[in-house]
């Protein structure tokens, strides 16, 4: 409820909603006309999702981990919504302008309700071919964490496929 600074903001949310609001051009004296373009009781609930406490994938199982975190830097010119549709991505975010007041949300169950098996596909109507390798040699960039988000490469090559293929 109350505004307050605070360095290193990791939850997504958050971080779209001052994303947003420097788009705008953020301004204190103008704040409050600035809130009124937002959503802010959608903007709380779907960054409660994210603060969520969970036990880790990996990991020892014992401590817990905040749900959703973003962990990068907004470095490039971009247009806004390419901006917050990267960082809503790393926590099963979405975004919408409900009469032109942006509004957050969060998909809080991401399990399968259906499955692909025997008894739901028709007899013999399954043909499966392998797919076609398109490459062997990958170059990622991204923020590590480690380096404190400094940008870093990751290289990987697959010899086996490239000596198989030729």
């Known amino acids: 409820g109350s505004r307050t600074p605070v ?7 958050w971080v779209a909603t001052n994303t947003f609001l420097r788009a705008i051009g953020f301004d204190k004296d103008t704040l409050t006309n600035q809130l009124a373009q937002i959503v802010v009781a959608d903007i709380i609930a779907a960054a409660t999702v994210a603060d969520t406490l969970v036990t880790p994938l990996i990991g ?9 975190e973003f962990q990068g830097t907004l470095g490039e010119f971009k247009p806004f919504r390419d901006w917050l549709t990267e960082i809503l991505s790393c926590c099963l975010g979405y975004f919408t302008f409900d009469f032109g ?7 809080s169950n991401a399990s399968a309700t259906d499955s692909f098996t025997i008894g ?3 007899y ?8 076609d390798a398109s490459f062997e040699h ?4 991204f923020a590590n964490l480690d380096l404190q988000y400094q ?6 090559q ?8 030729g």
């Open 158 to 165: 697959d010899k086996d496929h490239a000596a198989y293929f």
């Open 138 to 141: 990958l170059k990622i960039d």
């Open 120 to 122: 739901s596909m028709l």
């Open 7 to 13: 360095p290193g903001l990791v939850n997504p949310f």
């Open 124 to 131: 013999q109507s399954l043909s499966i071919t392998p797919t």
């Open 101 to 107: 007041r942006l509004s957050l949300g969060c998909r």
């Open 151 to 156: 940008m870093d490469l990751a290289e990987y």
């Open 60 to 68: 020892p199982a014992t401590p817990t981990e905040i749900q959703f």
